[in-house]
Nanobody, 121 residues
Framework: QVQLVESGGGLVQPGGSLRVSCAAS????????VGWFRQAPGKEREVILC????????YYDNSAKGRFAASRDSAKNTVFLQMNSLKPEDTAVYYC??????????????WGQGTQVTVSS
C-alpha cells in the first residue's frame, strides 16, 4: 500500500522547536521530490519548501527561511521538517507530498494525512 504518514506534530511554545516526519511506505521516497505544506485555520494550503531528489531545498515561504529546514533519511524512507524559532502564526496542519518530477510543479503524486502543529504559550 502506497502512503505517506506524517508524525511529530504537537503543542510547542513560541520560540521552541519541533521536527515533523514524513514516512513513506510502498515506494522509495528517495526517488521523489518532497514538498512540505501547511494549512492554517481559515486559510488555503500553502507550500513551504521542497526538497529535491538530490537534496536541494527550495523555499517558497520567505517566513520559513532561516527557521525551517528539510532533510532525508533514505534508510528510514523518511523526510523531515525541522522547525525552529516557532511563532504562533506557524500554527497549522502540516502536510508532506511526494512527486517524481522535480520541485516547482503544482501537482504531487502522493499526499500525507497531515499533522497538527500548534504554537502557543
Amino acid at each position: 500500500q502506497v502512503q505517506l504518514v506524517e508524525s511529530g506534530g504537537g503543542l510547542v511554545q513560541p520560540g521552541g522547536s519541533l521536527r515533523v516526519s514524513c514516512a513513506a511506505s510502498g515506494f522509495i521516497l528517495a526517488h521523489y521530490s518532497v514538498g512540505w505544506f501547511r494549512q492554517a485555520p481559515g486559510k488555503e494550503r500553502e507550500v513551504i519548501l521542497c526538497i529535491s531528489r538530490s537534496d536541494g531545498v527550495t523555499y517558497y515561504d520567505n517566513s520559513a527561511k532561516g527557521r525551517f529546514a528539510a532533510s532525508r533519511d533514505s534508510a528510514k524512507n523518511t523526510v523531515f521538517l525541522q522547525m525552529n524559532s516557532l511563532k504562533p502564526e506557524d500554527t497549522a496542519v502540516y502536510y508532506c507530498a511526494a512527486v517524481m518530477s522535480g520541485c516547482g510543479g503544482s501537482v504531487y503524486d502522493y499526499w500525507g494525512q497531515g499533522t497538527q502543529v500548534t504554537v502557543s504559550s
